[in-house]
Nanobody, 126 residues
Framework: EVQLVESGGGLVQAGGSLRLSCAAS????????IGWFHQVPGKEREGVSC????????YYADSVKGRFTISSDNAKNTVYLQINSLKPEDTAVYYC???????????????????WGQGTQVMVSS
């Protein structure tokens, strides 16, 4: 059974940092596309950082470029999202997602992913 469990969210002041973790079980990250998404109430879930295309590229949303970094530890089967220079507008529930299909381009939309974690809340105070 594929499972994803996020952790690392919390309340931080603007300008601070967090590292979100996504621990996987039931599959190996190496074989899957991986994405981090965020969602605020009343809005659609949107991709912030995704990887796993045939060309090995990584996607970052314009709003997070230079501040967010996706990485992985294959030995721990865990993917991370390092978030620096946090802004109040980063406040959201953050989800990690995985998909086993082969993607020519980096999948960046929720409908391209089959597996989801439960989410972790990030709140940034001004």
């Amino acid at each position: 059974e594929v499972q994803l469990v996020e952790s690392g969210g919390g309340l931080v002041q603007a300008g601070g940092s967090l590292r979100l973790s996504c621990a996987a079980s039931g599959f190996t990250f190496d074989d899957y596309a991986i994405g981090w998404f965020h969602q605020v109430p009343g809005k659609e879930r949107e991709g912030v950082s995704c990887s796993g295309s045939s060309d090995g590229s990584t996607y970052y949303a314009d709003s997070v470029k230079g501040r967010f970094t996706i990485s992985s530890d294959n030995a721990k089967n865990t993917v991370y999202l390092q978030i620096n220079s946090l802004k109040p507008e980063d406040t959201a529930v953050y989800y990690c997602a995985a998909d086993s299909k082969i993607h020519i381009l980096v999948p960046t939309t929720p409908r391209e992913y089959d597996y989801w974690g439960q989410g972790t809340q990030v709140m940034v105070s001004s």
